[in-house]
Nanobody, 121 residues
Framework: QVQLVESGGGLVQAGGSLRLSCAAS??????MGWFRQAPGKEREFVAA????????NYADSVKGRFTISRDNAKNTVYLQMNSLKPEDTAVYYC????????????????WGQGTQVTVSS
């Protein structure tokens, strides 16, 4: 059974950095993604990575600032977030999927509980 647990969120000033971690039990053969949801807004795609870590995709809003990676030996997926902006404030969710368009939440079958990221001005 796939189980995902996010950690690493917190409060940071604009321009700062955070690294989110997702303990992904049973998901070594899955594509993994990070999504985020701010209050009153729809859940949106942030980044995705294939099972081997050899292919990644990013939302235009975070490309060049965020980096997704995975360490299958540690069953962990990471999201390194640099140059953070107040607009990045949201609950960040780790997700696992096996196919479909990477930027659609519906194509990810398993989800973590989320971790709060707050970026102050």
């Amino acid at each position: 059974q796939v189980q995902l647990v996010e950690s690493g969120g917190g409060l940071v000033q604009a321009g700062g950095s955070l690294r989110l971690s997702c303990a992904a039990s049973g998901a070594s053969s899955y594509a993994m993604g990070w999504f985020r949801q701010a209050p009153g807004k729809e859940r949106e795609f942030v980044a995705a990575i294939n099972w081997s870590g050899g292919s990644t995709n990013y939302a235009d809003s975070v490309k060049g600032r965020f980096t997704i990676s995975r360490d299958n030996a540690k069953n962990t997926v990471y999201l390194q977030m640099n140059s953070l902006k107040p607009e990045d404030t949201a609950v960040y969710y780790c997700a696992a999927g096996t196919g479909g368009l990477y930027y659609l939440p519906v194509n990810f079958h398993y989800w973590g509980q989320g971790t709060q990221v707050t970026v102050s001005s």
